[in-house]
């Protein structure tokens, strides 16, 4: 039995689960979870606490009902996030920067994360609230906060390896596949919160993940950059919450780094093969991915997804390829299909 931490957000902890976001645990038996240390801000995580221990024992939620979500902003509370890794008894560490899109709490000379608001849902909350303000890091100069990231992850280095940590890259959606079967844009009006990761701050997680790979050299999972969001798996359809295809690719790249039993698909890396442990090709147009099926049956709206095809083309978005796979695994009989599949196969098949 291999133990695993995460170390980030829903990016990862579903992946795990194989794309099924109701269940619990790993969907491997091979596999187990140490801890799951959920949108831990590992910049905040550097910082000394803000609140006593006291204090924070004795939070009271308002209108939190999971418990977990309680015991994940107390640990973020009391500044146990390094501690309770760096003493784990997992093996690996996965790890994505999608926290890093979510405002984070300032609090007098110290800066915490809220578990995705839930803070200021609490008796603790309530009573601070008026001497608290909101920042994103990403948002500030990276002379402020950098050396933060470097700081959290140089201790970890003292008991991981970098054979043993893998970076999960996000990129937060702007699009998603409707019930309609149309490919429509993300409705920020609903989902451009403090809590709710956005696309501006895209290139700047870019940055930073490279800076991680190459001063670290963790194993690289790059998948998010070809998939959506999918209103058939997610009634909350923000940036963070994709297609069911890409957890199922993240969890086989998993598999293959931990076993390396051949499931996982081995891409070209990063930068012309500046790094060699990246997965970064997602397996379109191979008509055996597991549990395709599931898929299958959801609508798409031939016409719209044409027109999507070419608008992300042009912007040199690489959602194009998957909406080409789409068409490809959907809708063979179309005339109009396998026109566009004439067209642009080569060219996709020449990117994955």
Known sequence: MVKINVLGSCVSRVSLLDG?????????????????LDKQNVVCATYPPAFT??????????????????????????????????????????TDFMDMHMAHAKYRDTYFATQALEFYRTNLG????????????????????????DQFWDQMMEKYDSDHIILNRFRSNSFYLAIDGCIKEIPWDRFHGPSHPIPELNEATRKLEEHIIRKYNPWVIDLSKYFMGDENVWDNVQGAHFEREFYRETMDAVREIIFQDGSGNWGTGVEEMLHKKCFDKPRF????????????????????????LEKFRNAGDMLWVNIL????????????????????MNEAKGII
């Open 53 to 94: 221990r006291d204090e924070v024992k004795n939070i009271v939620d308002i209108d939190v009902h999971e418990k977990y979500a309680i015991r994940s902003l107390q640990q973020n509370l009391n500044k146990d996030t390094m501690d309770l890794l760096y003493n784990s008894d997992g093996e690996y560490v996965i």
């Open 285 to 308: 147009f191979q008509e055996k991915r597991r549990m395709l099926q599931d898929e299958a049956g959801y609508k798409l709206d031939i016409d719209d997804a044409i027109k999507s």
């Open 20 to 36: 099924i976001t109701y269940e619990t645990g790993i969907a491997d038996d091979r596999l187990e979870i140490a801890y799951n």
């Open 126 to 149: 309530e009573k601070y609230k008026q001497d608290i303000e909101m920042v994103r890091f990403l948002e500030l100069p990276e002379e402020k906060w950098l050396y933060r990231v």
């Open 325 to 344: 796979d789409k068409l490809y695994m959907r809708r063979l009989d179309d005339a109009r299909i396998i026109e566009y599949i004439d067209r642009y």
